[in-house]
């Protein structure tokens, strides 16, 4: 039905085809001569043929970019797992990938953030004549299963005190909210519900809304679906004034940090950071983001 809704087109692989490019201008221009390759979990361009396609082209040591900046088995590992299965099928060829740290705290990720929330709340107060508002940053939500054998939630906080203390914004301006749940509806999963929070809010009297989706890294089905239409359809009713703040998308400061933590694994480039917790790891450990039990 969403999908439908967008004339049948998923927006991420154009999204994913403009990045590519900027990246690979950010390499050049940076004197990095290295292939992009592009490979899906899902749908074409597939993992595992893109795999094949590099052991081909005499590839033997890979990085690679997933497109989460946050920890957890949907977001991390099952990558992980992926990558080392399209290996697995490889006939005789040795080829290594290794990914690439998360950037939750990566300066440049944070810079990011807090100018599209600036521009985002230039927007809010020439709309709506007040200075007034309520932000509401929003992840995708995931099972208590999952979330707590993970960083994800710490993650996301880290990353909303960090954007938020960079604009100076009172802790009460600002909650993480959850959206996109899937799956059986007698599990539990993080909450709250982006438009649970929006009905709530409104009977508090919040009258101004930014959206910020932090958890996502371009305007994907989740953002353009969830966010600009259902969640903008319960702020209209509601009668509350609503912008969301852009994703990253193939913005250059985000470009940048690609480049970055590439040469931190090329060249020892030092490991950016900022806040309260140190860089991640560059290999995750063998008990990082396990896959959440099954249930009967």
Not at 88 to 97: E, F, N
Not at 140 to 154: G, N, R
Not at 234 to 260: E, H, S
Request: glycine letters at 6%; a negative charge.
């Amino acid at each position: 039905e969403h999908y439908y809704h967008f004339g049948g087109v998923s927006p991420i692989n154009q999204q994913c085809r403009e990045l590519i490019n900027a990246l690979r201008q950010e390499l050049q221009t940076h004197g990095i001569t290295l292939p992009v390759y592009w490979g899906n979990r899902n749908w074409d361009p597939m993992l595992t043929d893109v795999v094949q396609q590099m052991a081909t082209d005499g590839v033997r040591r890979a990085l690679a970019y997933v497109t989460s900046g946050f920890s957890c088995y949907s977001g991390c590992r099952q990558y992980r797992e992926n990558i080392a299965d399209a290996l697995g099928q490889l006939d005789g060829a040795t080829l290594s990938i290794e990914k690439l740290r998360v950037f939750y705290n990566h300066p440049d990720f944070i810079e990011v953030w807090a100018q599209n929330l600036q521009q985002a709340l230039s927007a809010l107060r020439e709309e709506s004549g007040s200075d007034l508002f309520q932000i509401a940053f929003t992840a995708h939500s995931i099972p208590h299963s999952m979330s707590s054998t993970s960083a994800y939630e710490q993650q996301l906080r880290e990353t909303c005190r960090l954007v938020a203390e960079a604009l100076q914004l009172p802790d009460e301006s600002w909650q993480l909210v959850y959206q996109s749940r899937s799956g059986r509806p007698q599990d539990p999963w993080l909450e709250p519900d982006i438009c649970d929070f929006l009905r709530e809010r409104h009977q508090s009297g919040m009258q101004n809304l930014i959206i910020a989706p932090v958890g996502f890294l371009s305007d994907h089905m989740e953002v353009l679906y969830d966010l600009d239409d259902e969640a903008a359809r319960v702020c209209q009713q509601l009668g509350v004034t609503m912008v969301r703040a852009a994703t990253p998308g193939n913005c250059p400061q985000y470009i940048a940090m690609l480049r970055k933590l590439i040469e931190e694994r090329l060249n020892n480039a030092p490991r950016l950071c900022v806040g309260q917790f140190g860089p991640n790891q560059d290999v995750c450990p063998d008990d990082c983001c396990p896959a959440p039990p099954r249930r009967p």
